[in-house]
């Protein structure tokens, strides 16, 4: 059978699910928890929002990339560093399924953070964020001997985080504007009625 990215791509994906059945645990406290915090400010029976709610998915998938990247892996197997930029792109499926998955890899993560987290409405930002919460990953792989420390993780990482909070961000930005714009016709044909009828009263 021959192999191919897309097959390489899927089976990962599966491996990817499994860990599923220890993530969603945590994600349920953590949107317990969530809501224990926040219910002083809120009525009586007011049910879980969508902000918690995307806080236990945000902390699933988080659970789901420290599994991948630290526990599907025996301690002291692997041990190395590599600081050559783009030395993973080859054209073999193996290093292109590499390239993909780690560009993807932290994509959620860009762009949970401009949703959940106000202080995360720049790029910059959340690029930085995503860079340390690689670059933590990377040291954890290299002195548990999990995995390699590369240059090249880290960089993909990154970049995926960033495209993804661009994105959001920008969206966020155009709909506000468009509010904005809709609020403020809404405002000047609320004005123009109000002239009219001065004037026909007169």
């Not at 780690?102 to 860009?110: E, Q, T």
Request: aromatic share 14%; proline share 2%; net charge positive.
């Amino acid at each position: 059978m021959e192999i191919t990215l897309g097959s390489l791509l899927r089976q990962d994906m599966i491996q990817a699910f499994s860990y599923l059945a220890y993530s969603i645990p945590v994600a349920a406290l953590t949107a317990f928890l969530s809501w224990l915090y926040v219910r002083k400010s809120r009525k009586k029976g007011d049910r879980l929002h969508i902000r918690e709610a995307l806080s236990a998915i945000f902390v699933a998938y988080l659970a789901v990339v420290l599994s991948l990247t630290l526990l599907n892996r025996e301690a002291g197997s692997r041990q190395d560093v590599s600081l050559e930029l783009f030395g993973t792109f080859h054209p073999d499926v193996y290093s292109m399924s590499y390239v993909v998955e780690n560009f993807f890899m932290l994509m959620p993560f860009g762009a949970f953070l401009p949703i959940l987290f106000d202080f995360f409405g720049k790029v910059r930002r959340c690029a930085l964020a995503a860079f340390l919460f690689s670059f933590l990953i990377e040291t954890v792989q290299y002195a548990t001997e999990r995995g390699y420390f590369q240059l090249d993780d880290l960089v993909l990482n990154t970049l995926g985080a960033a495209v993804t909070a661009g994105v959001v961000i920008g969206c966020r930005k155009w709909f506000r504007g468009k509010n904005r714009a809709g609020r403020a016709g809404g405002s000047a044909g609320k004005g123009e009625n109000y002239e009219s009828s001065s004037d026909e009263s007169q």
